[in-house]
């Protein structure tokens, strides 16, 4: 299960972040995951808690934003969104298409007390 090394990735950055005197604990954290990162969501929501433990972040929200796939069409030239990889472009059905982007996990911001 990658989704606890994922966690453990997110927990260094968190105590990072939160390592200011000032800053008590933290409450939300708010991560964009993209359609094909391979997250798979609910083991990810297991680990944070487990991750977590001891932390200041300990008992605090993860929310997850999803973020569409995107590729460029090489036959019309347009950025669309795309549902799986292999899915034909959406605006004019041409196969030929360039994944890029839905791949990216990253922690957009987090709330601290």
Known sequence: MHEMSLC????????????APDIARVTRVRLEI????????AAL??????????????GAELLMIDLPGRATCF??????????????????GGGRLLPEGGDEMRIRD????
């Open 45 to 58: 929501s297991f680990a944070w808690d487990v991750v977590m433990r001891g932390s200041k972040a300990e």
């Open 75 to 92: 036959d019309c030239l347009r950025t669309v969104e795309i549902m799986d990889r292999l899915d034909p472009c959406p605006d004019c």
């Open 110 to 113: 987090m709330e601290v007390m």
């Open 34 to 41: 993209g359609r094909f990162a391979g997250v798979e969501k």
């Open 8 to 19: 453990e990735g997110i927990r260094r950055i968190v105590d990072q972040a939160a390592a």
